[in-house]
């Protein structure tokens, strides 16, 4: 360690940050053995020339990326590559639910360098974040949603954020609002799952509305509205998951006139907004008296966080929001907001985003070379293509044969409001699916489509 003051200073980033570098360093350089007991902290301190606080934060994000383990009593040891297998906790990733539509994971270490730090950041007030909060975010919150929102072009007063818990909570809430068990509510008829499971679990009736390539037909939506009097419309219109459909501005102002004509509330989903280069702007911003809009950051941060940045059609519908909220789910996790607030002010979350976008763009081609046996739907910016099945090639044997495989396949039924086609699978480029992997796990959903269709 007698380098490492030297090391800290030409390093160019926070101290504490490079002291975690350079026991990692001097483990790959077997400077450091598994099982070496580190220097107290105050004694590395005076060693290096650097306050107690910055060593006890450097050990802190050491520990964090699984290279040492500290004992009160006993000391701070290097970590063998055993125990740093049982620390990653193997079966919480073995947990992921690969069946849902999850961007690429950030893989640049200086990317996940600056997240761990916005961790380890926030990690310094957890006493406090571990306490009730505001059901939908402080002031400091919403002023970082504010900054992010507006880069969708919406600029609400902060009486109408709400920081909430995901974006399932915040249509749950929402719903709970608007609409009584046996209300009928509107939507794409292949619409996104999460909304059907919600409806069905509130005794909503869903009524599924006819599309064509831009969205739903405004005459069909109209005719629905005079039949069955709903109490809202539920939109996906920018990268809909599951058919990558983008609902170009001219439609949306269609759309919206009609709401306007006979009040119809909008719970306008806007989870891949964020991720589309030049999306048109959301429907709240030509609707913004009727439109509930939910900017969920699982697309385009991280689904871990389950967090939205959320807006309500005015300041009395911003307090119902509240309400909602802490009925449904108490509060947006603490820790969460924090962390989030704080990627957002510092760039980390711009930088995240940039990622996803550029890392989607990159397996969609992969996936546009290596599929050639039967046509699929897809956007250069989705983290799915909807891919059609050929004669006579049923969801069912296509996802039994891939079971075994990191890519998540799902039915066209579970998009459906109603009848049970299976006409087109989802299938997902993101998640833990490594890039490198990607080609040779296409290539044999590519064979398996061959083999059944003939």
């Given amino acids: 360690m007698d380098n490492w003051a030297q090391r800290i200073e030409q390093a160019g980033k926070p101290r504490y ?8 360093q001097d483990m790959k350089d077997r400077v450091l053995l598994p099982g070496d007991r580190l220097p107290p902290q105050r004694r590395l301190a005076d060693l290096i ?43 919480r990733a073995l947990a992921n639910d690969l069946t849902m539509n999850t961007p690429p994971e950030p893989t640049d270490p200086e990317l996940l360098e600056r997240m761990r730090a916005g961790l380890s950041a926030v990690s310094d007030d957890l006493v406090h974040l571990l306490r009730y909060q505001n059901p939908i975010g402080g002031d400091v919150d919403k002023e970082a949603a504010s900054i992010w929102l507006s880069m969708r ?27 009584r068990p046996g209300d009928t509510v509107l939507c794409e008829d292949v619409t996104y799952a999460g909304f059907k499971k919600i409806a069905a679990q509130l005794g909503l009736v869903l009524v599924g509305l006819p ?34 459909m983008i609902v170009p501005q001219s439609r949306r102002l269609e759309i919206t006139d009609i709401m306007k004509r006979y009040d119809l509330p909008l719970i306008e989903d806007d989870a891949y907004g964020f991720i589309l280069p030049g999306a048109p702007p959301p429907m709240a911003t030509s609707a913004p008296e009727l439109t509930w809009y939910i900017g969920g950051l699982a697309k385009c941060i991280g689904a871990g966080l389950r967090l939205a940045y959320s807006v309500a059609p005015n300041a009395r519908a911003g307090f119902a929001m509240e309400n909602g909220i802490s009925a449904v789910s108490g509060m947006a996790s603490p820790v969460s907001m924090a962390l989030a607030t704080r990627w957002v002010l510092d760039g980390t979350a711009d930088q995240i985003r940039r ?31 909807w891919l059609r099945l050929p004669e006579p090639v049923t969801c069912a044997a296509l996802m039994a044969y891939m079971s075994n495989h990191e890519i998540g396949i799902a039915p066209e039924s579970a998009f459906r409001t109603a009848g049970d086609q299976e006409k087109y699978v989802r299938v997902c480029l993101g998640g833990r699916l490594p890039r490198a992997a990607l080609p040779k796990t296409l290539a044999t959903l590519n064979n398996q489509i061959w083999q059944l269709a003939r």
């Fill in 211 to 244: 599309m064509d390539n831009d969205g739903i037909l405004p005459e069909a939506l109209e005719d629905a509205i005079l039949r069955h009097k709903p109490r809202a419309l539920y939109l996906n219109p920018t990268l809909h998951n599951p058919t990558t």
């Fill in 153 to 179: 072009g919406l600029v609400p007063n902060l009486d109408r954020i709400a920081v909430t818990p995901g974006a399932h909570a915040t249509m749950l809430a929402i719903l709970t609002i608007l609409a």
């Fill in 355 to 385: 990622f996803i976008r550029k890392e989607t763009a990159v397996r969609q081609d992969i996936a546009k070379q290596v599929i050639t046996e039967t046509d699929f739907v897809a956007n250069p910016h989705a983290f799915n293509i």
């Fill in 17 to 24: 940050l490079a002291i975690a570098d350079c026991i990692a």
């Fill in 49 to 91: 020339g650097v306050d107690f606080t910055t060593v006890s934060r450097g050990y802190r994000e050491a520990i964090n990326r699984g290279l040492i383990e500290s004992h009160v009593g006993r000391g701070t040891f290097v970590l063998s590559q055993k125990s740093k297998s049982r620390n990653s906790d193997d079966r």
